[in-house]
C-alpha cells in the first residue's frame, strides 16, 4: 500500500511531466518519471512474496484480577529470511506495544516482553500480531497479521476474609449459626443424653427416654458442625447507582475467595446461576462477566447438606423497598443471613438477617472482621 510519501511523490511527478510537456526541459521529465517510477517499483518490492513469521505467546497470570500487572511473552520466528518488520500488538483491539523486529535468518527467533495493567474487571482479549514492512524509500507498506488470540478473564479485586467456620472463626455471625443450630438441630449432631440442667432449652428435653427414667433427660448435640456458605449477588439494575456494582462484584469475590476450611462449603448466586460446590475459579469466572440486569431474581437453591447450617449472605447495591420482603422469604430454616449493601441500610431487615454497609471494598474488609474473624485456633 502507498505511503503518504508515495503519493506526494507521485503528485510531484505527475507535475514534473505536465511541466516537461509544457516548458521543454529534457530534466524535468526525467525527474517526473523518476518520481513515478520509484513509487511503482517501491510497491512491487513490498508485494513480493515473504515469510509469514511464526507467533508464540503466553500471558501471566492466567487469572488476573483488576490491578495486576498482566505479562505478555511473545516469541516470532521465522520460517525463512525475513525482512525488517516493525510489530505491533494488540489487547481489545489497541496497540499496546510497537518494537521494530531485525531482518531475521531462517529459524531464527526474536522476543519481546509486554508488561500492562489489569484495569477493569470482564474478558480481554490479547491479540492478534501485526508485522509491517517497507521498502527502503519508505514509499509502499505492507502488513500480515497472525491471528493468535488470547481470552483472559480479569477477577474483581478482593481482600483476603475468613469462611464462616463454626470451629475456627468467630463473630457476630458465627454467634447467630450456632443460635440457630441450638434451636434447630439435626440427627447427625446428636451425641447422646443427659440430665436436665436448670437453663436447659425445654425443646430439647427427650420426653420417650424421660418417661423410662422417671426423670428428665434431655438431648446432647455436637458443639460444632459444617457450614454452607452461599453468596448471592444482587445484580437487579435498580437496586445500583454508580459504581456500587463493581463494588458488590469486589465483595462478593472476597467472600468466595475466602481462605477454605474443611467444614465451610461455598457456592456463588447470580441471579438463576449457581456455581459448583469446590470450584472456587468457576465463581469468579462467572463474577467477572457480570452484569446488570433489569428483571434480575434473587432465587438461591436450597442447601445441598440439611445437616449443615446455612449462611446466606446477599450483596447488594442498596436495600429498596421490595427487598425486605425478598429478604424474608431467603431467611434460612436452620442458619442466619447477612446483607451487605453498599449505600446505607435505612429501615430494619427481617428477623434472621444482619446488616452493614460498606461503600467500599476497604470498609468491607473492615466491617467483616466484626461478622467472622480467625479465633487463632487450626480447623
Request: proline content about 8%; charged content about 25%.
Amino acid at each position: 500500500m502507498p505511503t503518504r510519501a508515495a503519493w506526494t511523490s507521485l503528485l510531484f511527478g505527475g507535475l514534473g511531466l505536465l511541466a516537461a510537456r509544457l516548458f521543454g526541459p529534457p530534466e524535468l521529465f526525467t525527474l517526473g518519471a523518476g518520481m513515478i517510477v520509484s513509487t511503482v517499483v517501491a510497491t512491487a518490492i513490498v508485494r513480493r512474496p515473504v515469510a509469514r513469521p511464526d507467533v508464540r505467546s503466553s500471558v501471566f497470570p492466567h487469572q488476573p484480577s483488576e490491578g495486576d500487572r498482566i505479562h505478555i511473552d511473545l516469541e516470532v520466528e521465522s520460517p525463512r529470511r525475513s525482512p525488517v518488520y516493525l510489530l505491533s500488538h494488540h489487547v481489545d483491539g489497541r496497540v499496546v506495544a510497537r518494537a521494530p523486529v531485525p531482518a531475521m535468518a531462517a529459524g531464527s527467533q526474536y522476543r519481546l516482553k509486554i508488561d500492562l495493567d489489569a484495569r477493569e474487571r470482564g474478558a480481554m482479549v490479547v491479540g492478534p500480531t501485526t508485522f509491517a514492512f517497507e521498502d527502503p524509500l519508505s514509499l509502499a507498506r505492507r502488513a500480515m497479521s497472525v491471528d493468535i488470540r488470547h481470552r483472559v478473564l480479569v477477577h474483581p479485586r478482593r481482600v483476603p476474609t475468613f469462611a464462616p467456620s463454626l470451629r475456627s472463626t468467630e463473630g457476630l455471625l458465627i454467634d447467630a449459626l450456632r443460635r440457630a443450630r441450638r434451636i434447630a438441630p439435626t440427627d447427625r449432631d446428636f451425641r447422646g443424653v443427659r440430665e436436665y440442667q436448670r437453663g436447659d432449652d425445654v425443646r430439647r428435653v427427650n420426653w420417650k427416654a424421660s418417661a423410662k427414667r422417671d426423670s428428665l433427660l434431655v438431648n446432647e448435640y455436637e458443639s460444632d458442625c459444617n457450614v454452607v456458605l452461599q453468596v448471592i449477588v444482587d445484580v437487579h439494575v435498580e437496586r445500583h447507582r454508580g459504581q456500587s456494582f463493581e463494588v458488590a462484584m469486589r465483595i462478593a469475590a472476597s467472600l468466595i475467595g475466602a481462605l477454605p476450611t474443611s467444614d465451610v462449603r461455598m457456592m456463588l448466586c447470580i441471579g438463576d446461576l449457581a456455581t459448583k460446590f469446590g470450584d472456587p475459579l468457576a465463581a469468579l469466572d462467572a463474577l467477572a462477566l457480570a452484569a446488570p440486569l433489569d428483571h434480575a431474581t434473587l432465587q438461591p437453591p436450597d442447601s445441598p447438606d440439611p445437616a449443615a447450617v446455612l449462611a446466606r449472605v446477599v450483596v447488594t447495591g442498596r436495600v429498596d423497598g421490595s427487598l425486605p420482603s425478598i429478604l424474608e422469604s431467603l431467611t434460612p430454616a436452620s442458619g442466619a443471613g447477612v446483607v451487605i449493601a453498599i449505600e446505607p441500610v435505612e429501615g430494619a431487615v427481617p428477623r434472621g438477617w444482619l446488616s452493614v454497609s460498606c461503600p467500599s471494598l476497604g470498609d468491607f474488609e473492615r466491617s467483616w472482621s466484626t461478622f467472622v474473624r480467625s479465633t487463632g485456633r487450626l480447623n
